[in-house]
């Protein structure tokens, strides 16, 4: 455990008030004093479809319980089925955009009979309730399909994305020993076909639990199939009925295994329930995300991370949203790719990550300026810390002062959003994930477990159960107790660093891993890293702790310049004064770091490990998780040497 430097954030920030205009349209609009969980989080499940209802809200404390105990459900059903008794039948549910330009719209009617002929596929290929099925693929209406039909007839899904290397992938299904993969043949990428298949095959070399392998056509490149494994996606669907029931699955059984992302260590899977998880993702999506049946919504993360899971396909297919899914890269062919999206298919809910907005940010307004985006009316954001410039700049030039942001606090484990604000309700600063959300009982403690004065850095822990919980990492128990439980007795430890602020505002100060120790001062990285991004030419930064022959621990600054900026000693000066200025010379960097673009994850998180590696000359470790293995070697070193 770390000791955190007693330094009270009290930086004066400037607040943005509910707008009417929204307000009298918000699924939420009137400040609700939740003073039973239970309660609350009963009224939320009610949202959804039971197969037959629960005997008990909650049963059991920390970290064994179970929720809506004895209830039935099918999450498949919940977003197909029920809106198939409605006009909603005829509604898009997915608009596919691929990077090439090719379009795909399905309705709720399209994608029922679509997941209910794969369904039956599964079936015919020996797949049962409980058997985990894992997908390989890219952002495309068949991993939807794949998703939806696993949970129609209980089997666990376990979902990687397309762009990890054969390594990562035979991992993943060496652990869950998953006998089934459905991958493609390829996919677009900037101009270029990834041949996944071809990574596939390497994987499935260490891999023997794999028997079959279901393969979509998406590029129509020429690959090698394997007799009696391997299998076309289209030939099997050919002669599948289109009728297959949904399973009476119970709320407590598995509905998918999510392996974190490998940013650190090795990947361990998070196991989440059926009807607990879908409750927080739908309730959450309807308030947060402030869906109508009138919106088209986008949430920009690939749908392999838990952001696809729970604000791509459960949250919004359940609440009955058309939902874009986007093929490629935000740049090409050109850096308004993501803006002629928008304004392609009149997208009014925009959640992204604020490594993207930075990326937005950095190529500047020219992008989109001469596309018409005032369909927006909320913006979103997800992932790691969204620094105040990088917010004030999605508020006030994309959404035009009109939209709200929702800078929501989240993980993989938590499987739904904790801290947020509420867009009708909720006054915004830039830089803050506000409050927790109602039925949420969030803290932030000192090393002891106690409460720690406001304005005070601590650890951002949760003190009662809610619905969408992490509930085992698959095959490890004493790990998943290790790893959430032992660090503060009767509570979830979420491993981020916090303050409160006076008046009841969440800031995420970034992991604790993160943080820096310096000379007896602890700096959070994301504090670092916000006043870098105030100078007005750095876009993205990145602050680590390195080892230092004089102290235990050095700072480290890498940064991003916006376009047209050059890396000069004098640059570099003005940033290591800005640090100064904002932090105090305690935090004065010893190095900085001048480069192209940061290493990280598909997920946008950013890979410090590697930047240690970097900063301190050893050899780079794993880089198999890295969405663009370039990056390192085109650090451009300017100072500290």
């Known amino acids: 455990m770390r000791n955190f430097q007693e330094v009270v954030y009290m930086v004066p920030r400037k607040i943005y008030p509910p707008q009417d205009a929204f307000v009298q349209q918000a699924n ?22 039971w197969f037959a209802p629960w005997d008990q809200v909650l049963e059991g404390e920390f970290p064994f319980v179970k929720w809506f105990v004895n ?53 015919e290929l020996g797949v049962e309730k409980g058997d985990i099925v894992t997908i390989y693929l890219p952002v495309m209406t068949e991993a939807v399909v794949a998703m939806l039909a696993c949970a129609r007839i209980g089997a666990i899904h376990s979902l990687v994305f397309g762009g990890f290397a054969p390594h990562a992938l035979a991992e993943r299904i060496k652990d869950s020993q998953s006998k089934i993969l459905l991958t493609a043949d390829g996919y677009w990428r900037r101009g270029e076909v990834i041949r ?8 499935l070399e260490e891999c023997p639990s794999v028997e079959t392998v279901v393969v979509v056509s998406r590029v129509a490149n020429a690959i090698r199939m394997k007799r009696n494994r391997d299998h076309w996606y289209h030939e099997l669907m050919n002669y599948a009925d ?18 974190t992302s490998g940013a650190t260590g090795k990947p361990k899977g998070v196991v989440h329930t059926t ?22 919504y986008w949430c920009a993360g690939d749908i392999e991370w838990i952001t696809g899971h729970s604000y791509t396909v459960y949250g919004p297919l359940s609440n009955g949203a058309t939902v874009i899914l986007y093929e490629g890269a935000p740049d090409f062919p050109q850096k308004d790719r993501i803006w002629e999206i928008i304004e392609k298919y009149g997208v009014s809910i925009f959640y992204t990550s604020p490594t993207a907005v930075r990326m937005f940010m950095k190529w500047g307004n020219k992008w989109f300026a001469d596309h018409d985006i005032s369909t927006l009316r909320l913006l979103g954001s997800v992932g790691e810390t969204m620094n105040p410039e990088a917010w004030t700049w999605f508020y006030e030039e994309v959404g035009k002062g009109r939209c709200p942001i929702v800078d929501t606090w989240w993980q993989t484990e938590t499987g739904s959003i904790m801290i947020s604000p509420l867009p009708g309700m909720t006054s915004l600063k830039p830089g803050s994930v506000a409050t927790p959300l109602p039925g949420i009982a969030a803290e932030v403690v000192d090393d002891e477990g106690r409460p720690v004065p406001r304005g005070r850095n601590g650890y951002l822990v949760i003190k009662k159960p809610w619905p969408s919980m992490i509930r085992n990492i698959y095959k490890d128990t004493q790990k998943f107790l290790d790893t959430y439980w032992s660090v503060f007795d009767g509570a979830f430890y979420t491993g981020d660093g916090a303050y409160v602020d006076e008046d009841g505002y969440y800031w995420i ?7 820096i120790n310096v000379s007896g001062y602890r700096l959070g990285s994301a504090e670092l890293e916000s006043a870098v991004l105030m100078h007005p030419l750095a876009s993205e930064a990145a602050a680590i ?15 991003t310049l916006t376009e047209g900026a050059s890396p000069s000693e004098a640059l570099e000066q003005e940033i290591v004064e800005r640090i100064v200025e904002e932090i105090g010379s305690f935090a004065k960097p010893e190095r ?10 598909r997920g946008g998180k950013i890979m410090r490990r590697l930047l240690r590696d970097v900063a301190e000359g050893r050899e780079l470790g794993d880089t198999s998780t890295l969405l663009d293995v370039t990056v390192i070697d085109e650090l451009m070193i300017r100072g500290g040497k």
């Open 28 to 49: 939420y609009t009137t400040e609700r004093e939740v003073f039973d969980d239970l309660q609350f989080w009963e009224e939320q499940a009610s949202r959804l479809d």
């Open 71 to 123: 209830g039935k459900i099918n999450a498949s059903y919940n977003c197909l089925d029920r809106h198939l008794m409605s006009w909603r039948k005829n509604k898009a549910a997915l608009i596919f955009e691929g990077e090439p330009g090719d379009q795909k719209v399905m309705t709720y009617k399209d994608l029922h009979r679509e997941t209910s002929k794969f369904a039956n596929v599964l079936k």
């Open 196 to 203: 996944t298949k071809d990574k596939v095959d390497e994987a």
């Open 242 to 259: 289109n009728h297959c029931e949904a399973e009476v699955m119970d709320s407590e059984d598995t509905l998918f295994i999510k392996y």
């Open 275 to 296: 009807g607990g998880y879908l409750t927080g993702a739908s309730s959450t999506h309807y308030s947060v995300l402030d869906i109508k049946e009138e919106d088209v």
């Open 509 to 515: 100060s970034g992991r604790v891993d993160d943080v």
């Open 545 to 559: 702790g390195m080892n230092d022959k004089n102290k235990r621990s050095a700072v480290c600054i890498f940064v």
């Open 592 to 601: 900085v770091y001048f480069t192209k673009n940061l290493p990280k994850t």
